[in-house]
Structures are given as structure tokens and as C-alpha cells.
């Protein structure tokens, strides 16, 4: 169990990972209206950017119901969070680098996202919040 959750430094990195991720989760839904408003257009949407918009909601959805119970204390959802931060990081820099499937449009999106992410992961596995869940 977490040993440090109501300490001003812990409840502040807390609300910093919540914003990321709201600020990720709000480009995701942004993204998803994008793609249906152009999908009549197939420059600009394919079925690739359907499946990863889609995706991209449904995890940061996840993500942020992650936060929200790590910050309660759980350290299940602290190690879920953990998890699908990172991976949904390495999935945008994956998706970034391959040619010609995604529209560049997708990529800026998904690079916002990734950097949104990156600080998600910088803080969720740093030094303080693990020694909170580790008692360290």
C-alpha cells in the first residue's frame, strides 16, 4: 500500500499526470471527430486511421481511469498505468516512423500525443511515485 499519497509533492505530480492525460484524452476525442468529419475523404482517412483513432480514445479513456485509482492508492492501477503509458508511447513513435500508412495530419496528432505521453511516463516512473508505491 502507498505510503506518501496525501504529501504536497505526490498530490502535485499526481495532478500533473491527470493533466497530461485529460490533455491527451481531449486531442484523442478532437481526433475522432477529425476523422468523422473527413470520412468521406480517403486522402485523408483511411481505415488505419479509424482503427488507431478509435484506439487511441479508448486508451487514453483507460489511461486516465488508471491515474485517477493510482492517485486513490491503488497499486494495481499504478502499475496499469505504468504499463499502457509506455506502451501506448512506443506505439506513436512506431506509427510516426512507418511510411505511407498513416496521413501526415495523423502523425502530427499522434506526436502531440506521444510528447503528452512522454511526460505521463517521465513521471509515472520516476524516482518519487515509485518509492511512494514501494515504501521506499
Known amino acids: 500500500m502507498p505510503t506518501?499519497?496525501?504529501a504536497s509533492r505526490t498530490s502535485s505530480t499526481w495532478?500533473?499526470?491527470t493533466l497530461l492525460i485529460t490533455a491527451y484524452?481531449?486531442?484523442?476525442?478532437?481526433?475522432?471527430?477529425?476523422i468523422i468529419?473527413?470520412?468521406?475523404?480517403?486522402?485523408?482517412?483511411?481505415?488505419?486511421?479509424?482503427?488507431?483513432?478509435?484506439?487511441?480514445?479508448?486508451?487514453?479513456?483507460?489511461?486516465?481511469s488508471f491515474a485517477r485509482r493510482?492517485?486513490?492508492?491503488s497499486a494495481r492501477a499504478y502499475l496499469r498505468l505504468r504499463l499502457v503509458s509506455a506502451i501506448m508511447l512506443v506505439a506513436i513513435v512506431v506509427i510516426d516512423?512507418?511510411?505511407?500508412?498513416f496521413p501526415l495530419w495523423m502523425k502530427v496528432e499522434q506526436a502531440i500525443c506521444g510528447l503528452l505521453l512522454l511526460g505521463v511516463v517521465l513521471l509515472?516512473?520516476?524516482?518519487?511515485?515509485?518509492?511512494?508505491?514501494?515504501?521506499?
Do not use: C, M
Open 4 to 6: 506518501d499519497l496525501s
Open 124 to 136: 509515472v516512473n520516476g524516482k518519487h511515485l515509485r518509492s511512494v508505491f514501494t515504501g521506499a
Open 97 to 101: 516512423v512507418l511510411p505511407g500508412t
Open 37 to 64: 468529419a473527413l470520412r468521406n475523404n480517403p486522402a485523408a482517412v483511411n481505415d488505419a486511421v479509424w482503427v488507431r483513432g478509435t484506439i487511441v480514445v479508448a486508451s487514453a479513456v483507460l489511461t486516465l
Open 25 to 34: 484524452l481531449a486531442v484523442s476525442v478532437l481526433t475522432l471527430a477529425g
Open 15 to 17: 495532478r500533473s499526470v
Open 70 to 73: 493510482a492517485a486513490r492508492g
